[in-house]
C-alpha cells in the first residue's frame, strides 16, 4: 500500500470519526481494451481540488458538516492470485466502520462483488449502471475479470437493476430472461421519456440493503471519454443527477457503498472532473439525506483555510 491524494485538499479525519470512507483501489489486472484504470484514483483525486465545497444541486457545502478520509491506497500485489487478491480486499474492506458513506474508488470493475460481500454481507440489491452487461461467467481465462462482476454478485444472492447497458453477448441475454432477479434498462430503451420515468420510478421503489455500482462507460463518451471500454450512446450528466436524486430520496433504502470504476485519465481531464464532481454529488446527496445539512458545522471543511 502507498499514500494517496486527499478529497478537496482537507485533512484526512480519524477512521472511526470519518463520515465518508474513500478508498482508492488502483486496480488493473484484467483490462481488455484500453489501460489506465490503475491511474484513476490518484487522477480523480487529484482533480478534486479544482471542485467547489459548495454543491449546488443540494444547495450547501457537505464538508462543513460532515468528515471524511481518504484511506491508504489499496494497491495490486502481483504475487497474489486473482481469488487470493479480492479475498484479501475484502477481508480488508471488513475491517472499516460500518456506519458510515463508504466510496470504492477503482481501478477495474471486477473489485465490485470483492466489496458488496463484505458491505451487504445478506441479499440486497445492486444499482448497476454500465455500458455493459459483466454477465460472463468467466473470461480470458478468470472469474474475476471485469467482464464478470454481475454473475458474481448473482452467487451472493443478490438482485440485480443494471441500466445503460448497451453491449451485451448472447448468453447473458438468455440468462437475463430467465433470472427473476435482474431488471434489464437497456440505453436504447431509456430513450423516450415514458422509459426514463419507469426506471426511475423502479429506482425510486428500491427497498432494504443497496448498493451502488457505477462503472463511468455508463456515460455518453462525449461526456466521459476516458474510460476503459467505451460505447456509442450513454447516459448525459443531468440523467445522472435524476438517478442520484431518485435513490437518496428514498427513505427506505439502507445504502451500504458506492463505487466508481473504469476511469482511464485522459489529456483534456475531462473525464476526471466528471468523476470528481459526481463523487461530489453522491457524498452531498447522502448526506442530505441522512440529515448532516441540520448537524453543527465541525465537518472537514472548518479544519482549513480555504478563501
Same mark, same amino acid.
Given at each position: 500500500m502507498s499514500d494517496t491524494s486527499q478529497f478537496l485538499a482537507m485533512p484526512d479525519a480519524a477512521i472511526d470519526e470519518a463520515d465518508i470512507l474513500l478508498l482508492p483501489i488502483p486496480l488493473e489486472r484484467t483490462v481488455s481494451f484500453k489501460p489506465g484504470t490503475a491511474e484513476a484514483p490518484k487522477a480523480i483525486l487529484d482533480t478534486t481540488e479544482q471542485l467547489e465545497f459548495y454543491e449546488e444541486d443540494a444547495g450547501w457545502s457537505p464538508f462543513k458538516h460532515m468528515k471524511l478520509t481518504v484511506l491508504t491506497d489499496f494497491t495490486d500485489d502481483r504475487s497474489l492470485s486473482? /481469488?487470493?487478491?479480492?479475498?484479501?480486499l475484502t477481508e480488508y474492506v471488513a475491517s472499516l466502520p460500518k456506519e458510515n458513506l463508504f466510496i470504492g474508488l477503482g481501478g477495474e470493475h471486477s473489485l465490485t462483488p470483492s466489496l458488496v460481500?463484505?458491505?451487504?454481507?445478506?441479499?440486497?440489491?445492486?444499482?448497476?449502471?454500465?455500458?455493459h452487461a459483466d454477465m460472463r461467467t468467466s473470461y480470458e481465462g478468470s472469474k474475476y475479470s471485469h467482464a464478470c462482476p454481475v454473475t458474481r454478485l448473482l452467487g451472493q444472492g443478490h438482485k440485480i437493476v443494471m441500466a445503460g447497458i448497451r453491449s451485451i453477448y448472447e448468453s447473458e441475454v438468455k440468462v437475463i430472461e430467465k433470472n427473476p432477479n435482474i431488471s434489464l434498462f437497456l440505453d436504447w430503451d431509456l430513450r423516450g421519456k415514458g422509459q426514463w420515468e419507469s426506471f426511475l420510478q423502479r429506482v425510486n421503489s428500491l427497498e432494504g440493503p443497496v448498493y451502488l455500482s457505477i462503472d463511468m462507460d455508463v456515460f455518453?463518451? /462525449?461526456?466521459?471519454?476516458?474510460?476503459g471500454t467505451p460505447q456509442p450512446g450513454g447516459f448525459s450528466w443531468y440523467q445522472m443527477i435524476e438517478v442520484l436524486e431518485s435513490l437518496f430520496s428514498?427513505?427506505?433504502?439502507?445504502l451500504r457503498g458506492v463505487d466508481m470504476v473504469e476511469i482511464v485519465p485522459e489529456p483534456s481531464r475531462v473525464s476526471e472532473m466528471t468523476a470528481a464532481k459526481l463523487l461530489l454529488k453522491i457524498?452531498?446527496?447522502?448526506?442530505?439525506?441522512?440529515?448532516?445539512?441540520?448537524?453543527?458545522?465541525?465537518?472537514?471543511?472548518?479544519q482549513i483555510d480555504y478563501e
Open positions: 486473482d /481469488a487470493e487478491f479480492h479475498a484479501k460481500e463484505t458491505r451487504m454481507p445478506k441479499p440486497g440489491t445492486v444499482l448497476f449502471l454500465d455500458a455518453n463518451p /462525449a461526456t466521459v471519454p476516458g474510460v428514498r427513505k427506505e433504502i439502507d457524498i452531498s446527496f447522502w448526506g442530505c439525506a441522512k440529515g448532516y445539512n441540520l448537524k453543527p458545522e465541525a465537518g472537514s471543511q472548518t
